[in-house]
């Protein structure tokens, strides 16, 4: 028992550790109070709603559209990412409190099915440490998001994660597999890289200090 929840520790705080990279990126340029309040707020959400989802996200997977649909905000996520620049005018912290906590659970879906992999039958300790890891996501999130308004470069790597992702969930439809049935590494790199390349071109992407 001890060894289960150990272990369900570990996944949880890694699992919040990717979410929080992936929220970081999403941030908007606000005030450090506005901010932090919106972090701290997608925090919670993420958390309260992780064990159902960490449940539930196999079996949502089984379904060709829910597939195809976060297949398809993956991709947009990755090019979104390229895009973001600093506001022109106020913005909706509500408004950007269900983007980014809809595009966090919908671009680590894979992370909530390793999740489940690990809950077994202790949903309410899943349900403890996702609180109580909720400091490390804020901490992680707004360190990201500060790091990429000073170092524009980290945005290109943070298009990266969710590009891979959607490669990881389009190699695993049965299309993909009935025309690749041996996993590749160098195919998955090479599409995620195109993800990225589109986005580029798409959003012409400028360097900004």
Known sequence: MTHELLSLLLVTTIVVTDNALLAGLLLPYLSRS???????????????????????????????????????????????????????????????????????????????????????????????????????????ALLLSYECERHRWVVFLGAGMPAWAGVSLLLDTPFALSVLPIYLLWVHIVLAACVVVIGLLLSRVRMWP
């Open 34 to 140: 506005d901010k932090l309040r919106l972090t701290a707020a997608v925090a919670i959400a993420i958390a309260a709603s992780q064990a159902a989802l960490a449940v539930g996200a196999q079996q949502l997977l089984k379904l060709y559209i829910f597939r195809l649909a976060a297949i398809v905000i993956l991709f947009w996520m990755a090019i979104e990412t390229l895009r973001l620049t600093p506001p022109t005018r106020s913005i909706s912290l509500w408004k950007s409190f269900w983007k980014v906590s809809s595009y966090t659970v919908v671009g680590n879906v894979d992370n909530m099915i390793w999740l489940g992999t690990s809950v077994h039958r202790n949903a309410l300790y899943l349900m403890l440490f996702s609180l109580l890891t909720v400091p490390i996501f804020i901490a992680v």
